[in-house]
């Protein structure tokens, strides 16, 4: 079975310092790792996904995460994070029969 | 632009409604998925389907219908057996490929008044 931790609940930051989001996995099947955004009362949104190829991947706002197989984790960061980046993040492993399987979301909070 | 759409996105039910979420797609994709969200408990599926005609519970399906009549359209229904509809409900469907993960719609707030 597949199964998602995210480590952190919350993360509370200062803006214009650097972050990471803390993503570690389980997975029987091949490997896709997807991380989401989503601000209050929205959907959530695709920041990046790992399917294949190089182990850094970039994404949207400046994001980017790492693939580490050896350490099962797939951990987001971003260098220098604004207030607009204040949102939940869920972190998501390909599961089966064709679904995704979510960690229960880390809430980022960029204070003044 | 494609999407998914999901509308109404507040919907106010008493006590024994049935209450209909509507999601559509022009995505073309085959498979839709309805979760539902509340504070603190990340994403819990309700039903998928990988294809139309066909569709499978999720991990709390009880109180919720679906149905899966058209490619475009899969809409639930929360009927008056769910004990506590309160939450955030979102919709999704799955690429395929290299655009292989889930879309989102923009979500229903439903409250039970």
């Known amino acids: 079975a597949q199964s998602v931790t995210q480590l952190d609940s919350q993360v509370p930051v200062f803006e214009e310092a650097p972050v990471e989001l803390r993503c570690n996995y389980s997975?029987?099947?091949?490997?896709?790792l997807f991380w989401y955004v989503q601000y209050p009362n929205q959907g959530l949104q695709l920041l990046l996904k790992?399917?294949?190829?190089?182990?850094l991947v970039k994404g949207i706002n400046g994001f980017e995460a790492e693939f580490n197989k050896s350490q099962t984790s797939f951990h987001l960061r971003k260098p220098s994070v604004h207030i607009s980046d204040t949102a939940e993040y869920f972190c998501?492993?390909?599961?089966?029969?064709?679904?995704?399987?979510f960690g229960k979301g880390t809430l980022l909070t960029v204070n003044p | 632009d494609g999407g998914i759409t999901q509308s109404p996105k507040y919907l106010f039910r008493k006590e024994g409604q049935n209450v209909t979420l509507s999601c559509e797609q022009n995505?073309?994709?085959?498979?839709m998925y309805w979760y539902r969200q509340d504070p603190g408990q990340g994403l819990r599926l309700i039903y998928y389907?990988?294809?139309?005609?066909?569709?499978q519970k999720g991990d709390i399906a009880e109180g919720y219908s679906v149905s899966r009549e058209k490619k475009e359209s899969f809409p639930l229904t929360v009927t008056s057996a769910q004990k506590n509809p309160t939450a955030f409900y979102l919709c999704?469907?799955?690429?395929?490929?290299?655009?292989?993960?889930?879309?989102f719609g923009s979500g229903t707030r439903l409250t039970v008044v």
């Open positions: 995505l073309n994709h085959d498979a």
């Open positions: 790992y399917l294949s190829g190089s182990t």
């Open positions: 389907s990988q294809i139309v005609n066909d569709f």
């Open positions: 999704a469907s799955m690429g395929q490929g290299r655009n292989y993960g889930y879309t």
């Open positions: 997975s029987s099947v091949s490997v896709y």
């Open positions: 998501a492993v390909k599961g089966s029969n064709y679904k995704l399987t």
